[in-house]
C-alpha cells in the first residue's frame, strides 16, 4: 500500500506543478470542416463557424476555428466558402437512376442536391392488375420490376427497394394520383363511383401509412387528367389525419391558369391540406399578363389563411412529353396510337391540337410550334430532327405542324420529349423573389460520361444558376434566401424536420461551394455539362462530392412522409 502511494506522488506532483488535472483526450469525429461561412438553411445572416459531423450526423457547430485542434479523421479547410444544408429537390424525376440504374444521379450531387422527392402525378406503386394491364408486354423488365410492389404495402415495398438498390442520394415521394386512378378504373375516363371513391381513399391511406409526403396530381396528362375536383378532394380528405400535403401540376398554365389555380386552392380546403403548386408559371406569350395576377390569388389566400406555396425551377423554358400537345380524350382507355392511325381520329386529333380559335383547349397552339424543341428522336428516318423547332421540322416534312406532331407521336411511340419556351424571363424572376415558393428541379438525374439524349439543363444547372445568376449577378435573392428556398423550406413543407438545418443533431446532409465561382454550365443544346463551384458533397455524413467529383459513394436513405407508421 506504501509502495503503491509513494508511486503516485510524482504524478500528483506533476499536475498540482502544472495547476490543472489531467485533460480527457479530445473527441474524435468523423469529419470536422473548419472556417466555413455557415448559412444554415433558416434564411438568418450567415456567420463563420466550425462543423463536425459523427455517423450521420452534426454533432457540433461551433464558433470559427474552435475545432482546429479537435481529432477528426478527415479535416476539411473550408477557406471562407459557403458550408450549406444539402439541397432538396422537392420535384425529382430520377425514377430510372434510383431504383434500376447507377444510383450515382451525378447531374444531382454536382448541383448540390442531396434528397430527391419524386411522385409528380405518378408512381410505380402501389400497384394491382389493373396498372399492370397499362404496361405493354414488350416491357417485359418494367412488368417483373413494379409486380413486386403489389399488395398493401406496395408503396412502401418501392421506397424500401430504392433504399435497397443503394443510392447517392436520399429519396422519398408523394403518392401519385393519377396511380390511384388507375388502381381503381384503369385509363378509362369517367367519374369514379361511389365504391370506387371508397377504394381510392383507402389507397391513399395506405400509402401515407407508408410513407407517402402527399398526394400529387399532374392534370394535363391522361388518365390522371379525367381526375375531377369531387375525386381529388375525396383523395385529399383522405390523407388529411396523416398531415400530408396536395401538390400539383394543375390543370392549365395557360387560357384558364386562374381558374387551374382557384380549382387547387379549392381541393386544398375542402380536403383541410396545404397546397403547393408544381413549377408556377404563366405559359405562352398571350398569358404572360395574367402573371401578376396568378402572384396576388396565392398572396390573398395565404393573407386570408390558406396554406399555400409553389415550386420553380429558373428557366423560361418547360419540358414534358410531345403528346402533351394532343387531347386528353385521344388517349382514353391507353388508345392514344391507335386512334391516331385511324385516319378520320386523325384529322380530329390534329384539329383540335392546332384550333386557335374561341373556346380551344389548352394546348401546344396557345404557345405556337416555333417555340417547341423536339428531342427523343431516335428512329432512322426522323433522328435528324432531334433538337429542332416543331415548325422547322413540319417544313423540312412539307406537312403543317398538327400532322408533323401526329406523325412524330406514331413513329417514335409516344416516346418524344419537348422543351417549351413558354415564359416570360421578368416573370420568372418576379416569382422568384416571392417568400413562398421553394425550388425544384423537374428533372431526372443523369450521368455525363453516358448520356447522349436531349434533356432539360435544369438537370444539371438548376441550383448553382440560382446562387450564380440570382443571387450573386442580379442580386434577385439574398445567400440567405436562396439556401432556404433549397433547403429548410422544402423540409419544411415535407415535414422532414431532422434535414434542411446545419444544426446539432440534424442529418449531416451538407454541401460545400464557392459562391465567387458557382454557375450553371448545361445549355439547351449541349445539356450534358456539369455545373462548377459545388466543391463538397455528405449525404449522412458520407462524402458523395469531393472537389467537384464524385467519390463512388451511395449512403442515400428513403425518407418518409409524417404518416410513416414507423415514426
Keep these: 500500500m506504501r509502495r503503491a502511494l509513494a508511486a503516485t506522488l510524482p504524478i500528483l506532483a506533476a499536475c498540482a506543478t502544472a495547476g490543472h488535472r489531467p485533460s480527457a483526450p479530445p473527441p474524435t469525429y468523423d469529419v470536422v470542416i473548419t472556417h466555413a461561412k455557415i448559412v444554415d438553411g433558416t434564411g438568418n445572416p450567415w456567420f463563420y463557424g466550425d462543423v463536425a459531423v459523427r455517423n450521420d450526423f452534426i454533432v457540433r457547430v461551433a464558433p470559427d476555428g474552435a475545432l482546429g485542434d479537435s481529432g477528426a479523421a478527415k479535416r476539411i479547410d473550408a477557406q471562407g466558402r459557403v458550408l450549406a444544408p444539402g439541397f432538396i429537390d422537392i420535384q425529382a424525376q430520377s425514377y430510372d437512376v434510383l431504383l434500376t440504374g447507377?444510383?450515382?444521379?451525378?447531374?444531382?450531387?454536382?448541383?448540390?442536391?442531396?434528397?430527391?422527392?419524386?411522385?409528380?402525378?405518378s408512381t410505380p406503386a402501389p400497384v394491382n392488375d389493373k396498372i399492370l394491364a397499362t404496361i405493354p408486354a414488350s416491357d417485359s423488365a418494367d412488368r417483373r420490376i413494379v409486380s413486386a410492389f403489389t399488395?398493401?404495402?406496395?408503396?412502401?415495398?418501392?421506397l424500401d427497394a430504392m433504399q435497397a438498390h443503394r443510392n447517392s442520394v436520399n429519396v422519398g415521394s408523394f403518392?401519385?394520383?393519377?396511380?390511384?386512378?388507375?388502381?381503381?378504373?384503369?385509363?378509362?375516363?369517367?367519374?369514379?363511383?361511389?365504391?370506387?371513391?371508397?377504394?381510392?381513399?383507402?389507397?391513399?391511406?395506405?400509402?401515407?401509412?407508408?410513407g407517402a409526403f402527399g398526394i400529387a396530381s399532374a392534370l394535363i396528362y391522361p388518365p390522371g387528367s379525367y381526375a375531377g375536383?369531387?375525386?381529388?378532394?375525396?383523395?385529399?380528405?383522405?390523407?388529411?389525419?396523416?398531415h400530408g400535403v396536395y401538390i400539383t401540376h394543375m390543370r392549365s398554365e395557360e387560357n384558364l391558369l386562374l381558374e387551374a389555380i382557384d380549382e387547387a386552392l379549392a381541393i386544398g380546403r375542402r380536403g383541410g391540406v396545404p397546397v403547393e403548386i408544381y413549377h408556377l408559371k404563366a405559359a405562352g406569350p398571350k398569358?404572360?399578363?395574367?402573371?401578376?395576377?396568378?402572384?396576388?390569388?396565392?398572396?390573398?389566400?395565404?393573407?386570408?389563411?390558406?396554406d399555400v406555396g409553389a415550386t420553380m425551377y429558373p428557366y423560361a423554358a418547360s419540358g414534358n412529353d410531345l403528346a402533351a400537345c394532343l387531347p386528353q380524350w385521344a388517349s382514353e382507355s391507353?388508345?392514344?396510337?391507335a386512334n391516331l392511325k385511324d385516319s378520320a381520329l386523325r384529322a380530329k386529333i390534329v384539329a383540335e391540337a392546332t384550333d386557335t380559335g374561341p373556346g380551344a383547349r389548352d394546348l401546344c397552339q396557345s404557345v405556337g410550334p416555333e417555340r417547341i424543341m423536339v428531342v427523343g428522336l431516335t428512329t432512322p428516318a426522323y433522328k435528324q430532327y432531334d433538337g429542332w423547332r416543331l415548325d422547322k421540322i413540319a417544313a423540312a416534312m412539307n406537312r403543317p405542324w398538327g400532322d408533323a406532331l401526329a406523325e412524330l407521336v406514331v413513329a417514335e411511340d409516344a416516346r418524344p420529349g419537348k422543351i417549351t419556351f413558354s415564359m416570360a424571363e421578368e416573370n420568372v424572376s418576379m416569382q422568384l423573389a416571392r417568400p413562398w415558393v421553394v425550388i425544384g428541379t423537374d428533372a431526372g438525374g443523369a450521368n455525363p460520361d453516358s448520356a447522349h439524349d436531349l434533356v432539360h439543363p435544369r438537370a444539371y444547372g438548376s441550383y448553382p444558376k440560382i446562387l450564380g445568376r440570382y443571387v450573386r449577378e442580379q442580386h434577385l435573392l439574398t445567400l440567405e434566401d436562396a439556401v432556404r428556398k433549397m433547403t429548410s423550406a422544402v423540409a419544411a413543407r415535407l415535414s422532414l424536420f431532422d434535414r434542411g438545418i446545419i444544426r446539432e443533431g440534424m442529418y449531416a446532409d451538407l454541401v460545400l461551394f464557392d459562391p465567387s465561382t458557382v454557375i450553371d454550365k448545361a445549355t439547351f443544346e449541349q445539356p450534358h455539362q456539369v455545373s462548377t463551384g459545388i466543391i463538397d458533397v455528405w449525404v449522412n455524413g458520407v462524402q458523395v462530392l469531393s472537389d467537384g467529383k464524385p467519390t463512388g459513394a451511395r449512403p442515400g436513405v428513403a425518407v418518409r412522409g409524417p404518416g410513416y407508421a414507423g415514426n
Design 102 to 121: 447507377d444510383g450515382l444521379d451525378v447531374s444531382k450531387i454536382t448541383q448540390g442536391v442531396t434528397t430527391e422527392i419524386l411522385g409528380e402525378g
Design 151 to 158: 399488395g398493401d404495402h406496395g408503396f412502401g415495398n418501392w
Design 175 to 210: 403518392l401519385g394520383a393519377a396511380t390511384v386512378r388507375t388502381y381503381v378504373k384503369g385509363e378509362a375516363a369517367g367519374a369514379p363511383t361511389a365504391a370506387e371513391v371508397d377504394t381510392m381513399r383507402a389507397v391513399v391511406r395506405r400509402a401515407m401509412h407508408d
Design 229 to 242: 375536383t369531387d375525386e381529388l378532394a375525396a383523395m385529399a380528405q383522405a390523407m388529411a389525419p396523416y
Design 287 to 306: 398569358n404572360w399578363p395574367k402573371a401578376p395576377a396568378m402572384v396576388a390569388k396565392i398572396d390573398s389566400a395565404r393573407a386570408a389563411g390558406q
Design 334 to 337: 391507353g388508345k392514344l396510337l
